[in-house]
């Protein structure tokens, strides 16, 4: 009897771990919906039931990140995203989103770390690109941001990046060029 019970209570558990999973990713992907559809509050809800079913879906943690992070709550989205990180080191996207929250918040030394560190691992990666470029231009080093703009843009050619250039330009003078630049930015935007 005892040999037929100790399968048993492992199929059961097996099970109840299956449920739990299953219970979590129905979770979260309400919470993507109502993120999606732009109802962040309900999308946190969600988020955190997905969370408390399953405390060690990483998934969960960086659409949470994401949200928290997309309504100013950087700190909160710096610690999911840390969360993260301890189960995966090398996911660029999450080292991008790690650096625009640490730029939100105006640490660009933890910043740029965590971009470089996304750039390594994916060096064609144009956010991590233009979110360098941004804290070079919060910085007021025009020149260095200047060249990450002109990576990102190498890859991509995206509106803002133009006009952050042009911006870049305009600062230091450059007429011509900033010109150039938000003519790009608008004929991108139609």
Do not use: W
């Not at 109802?39 to 809800?45: D, N, S, T, V």
């Not at 928290?68 to 700190?75: A, F, H, I, Q, R």
């Not at 730029?103 to 390594?120: D, F, I, P, T, V």
């Not at 007021?140 to 990046?161: H, M, S, W």
């Amino acid at each position: 009897m005892k040999k037929l019970l100790i399968p048993l209570i492992c199929l059961l558990c097996a099970a109840c771990s299956t449920v739990t999973v299953d219970k979590s990713s129905e979770y979260l992907a309400k919470g993507e919906m109502y993120y999606k559809t732009g109802r962040a509050q309900k999308a946190l809800k969600y988020f955190n039931k997905a969370i408390a079913e399953n405390p060690y879906g990483a998934e969960a943690y960086l659409s949470r990140g994401t949200l928290l992070y997309s309504v100013g709550e950087y700190d909160k989205a710096i610690e999911d995203f840390n969360i993260v990180l301890d189960v995966d080191k090398n996911v660029p996207e999450l080292y991008s989103a790690l650096g625009a929250a640490y730029a939100a918040k105006g640490e660009y030394k933890k910043a740029r770390e965590a971009l470089l560190k996304s750039l390594e691992l994916y060096p064609a990666n144009v956010a991590a690109l233009n979110s360098l470029g941004g804290i070079y231009y919060s910085t007021a080093n025009y020149n260095a941001a200047i060249k990450e703009y002109d990576k990102a843009l190498a890859l991509r050619p995206v509106g803002q990046i133009y006009y952050m250039r042009g911006i870049c330009y305009e600062k230091m003078g450059m007429t011509a060029q900033a010109e150039e630049n938000f003519k790009a930015a608008e004929a991108l935007a139609n």
